[in-house]
C-alpha cells in the first residue's frame, strides 16, 4: 500500500508557503523527501528517521509523527526553482531503503 | 550532481526482446535499488541488491532480474519485453545500516515497441 500525499497539486506564487502532507496505513521507520522535476531523476531533499523528529535547511523543513504514520514537508517563501513534483517515500526497517513512494505532489510557482 | 551514473540514457526496443541496463553507485555505497517509473507515477520498487545478492523485491515478475558485482555495480535485466515495461527506470544507491539517505541516478527511459 503506497502512501497517500496531499494536496495532489497546489499552484503558488512566488514568496508564498507551502505544505505537503504524507500519510502511511504502514508503522514507519523513516521518510524521505524528493523533488522531481520533469524528465529528470528524483532529487533527494532529506531523511527523516523514527524518533519524530523535525529537520530543516534553508527554506524547506519537514516533520516526522511516527504514532500517526504522517510526514510533512514545509516549503517557505517559495522559488520559482522549487516547481516539480514531490514525493515522499517511506521506509519500514532500519538502514534498508527499500522505498515505497507515494502518489506525488505537483507544485507549481508562478511569479 | 548524486555520482550514481546509469547507462543507457534513453533504449527503444521491441517487444519480446531482452535489455540491460547499467548502473554506477556513489562512492562508499553498497546498496543498489532499482526502481520502475511510469509517466505521472512515483516510482515502483523492483529489487534491491547488498553483497551481491538480492535483498528483497518488490511485486514485479521473474522476467526482471538483476546482479550486483564486487565493485557494487548493478545490472538490471528485463527478458521478454512488454509494452507495459516502458518507463524510466531509476537505480538508487545507499549505504544498508545506517539509515541513510539514498541517492538515485538520472535514468533509463525505455520504450518498447
Known amino acids: 500500500q503506497q502512501p497517500v500525499q496531499s494536496p495532489q497539486a497546489v499552484i503558488l506564487r512566488e514568496g508564498e508557503d507551502a505544505v505537503i502532507n504524507c500519510s502511511s496505513s504502514?508503522?514507519?521507520?523513516?521518510v524521505h523527501w524528493y523533488r522531481q522535476k520533469h524528465g529528470e531523476a528524483p532529487v533527494f531533499l532529506m531523511i527523516?528517521?523514527?524518533?519524530?523528529e523535525q529537520k530543516g535547511h534553508e527554506k524547506i523543513s519537514a516533520s516526522f509523527n511516527e504514532k500517526k504514520q504522517q510526514s510533512s514537508l514545509y516549503l517557505t517563501a517559495s522559488q520559482l526553482s522549487y516547481s516539480g513534483t514531490y514525493f515522499c517515500?517511506?521506509?519500514?526497517?532500519?538502514?534498508?531503503?527499500?522505498?515505497?513512494f507515494g502518489t506525488g505532489t505537483r507544485l507549481t510557482i508562478i511569479p | 550532481e548524486t555520482g550514481v551514473t546509469q547507462s543507457p540514457t534513453h533504449l527503444i526496443k521491441t517487444r519480446g526482446q531482452q535489455v540491460t541496463l547499467r548502473c554506477s553507485s556513489q562512492?562508499?555505497?553498497?546498496?543498489v535499488s532499482w526502481y520502475q517509473q511510469a509517466l505521472g507515477q512515483g516510482p515502483q520498487f523492483i529489487f534491491q541488491?547488498?553483497?551481491?545478492?538480492?535483498?528483497g523485491r518488490g511485486n514485479f515478475p521473474p522476467r526482471f532480474s538483476g546482479l550486483q558485482f564486487p565493485n557494487y555495480s548493478s545490472e538490471l535485466n528485463v527478458n521478454a519485453l512488454e509494452l507495459d515495461d516502458s518507463a524510466l527506470y531509476l537505480c538508487?544507491?545507499?549505504?544498508?545500516?545506517?539509515?541513510?539517505?539514498?541517492?538515485f541516478g538520472q535514468g533509463t527511459r525505455l520504450t518498447v515497441v
Open positions: 538508487a544507491s545507499s549505504v544498508t545500516g545506517k539509515g541513510t539517505e539514498a541517492f
Open positions: 504502514k508503522a514507519l521507520y523513516s
Open positions: 527523516l528517521l523514527k524518533g519524530g
Open positions: 517515500g517511506t521506509g519500514t526497517n532500519f538502514g534498508n531503503e527499500k522505498l515505497t
Open positions: 562512492s562508499g555505497h553498497n546498496t
Open positions: 541488491y547488498y553483497r551481491e545478492e538480492e535483498n
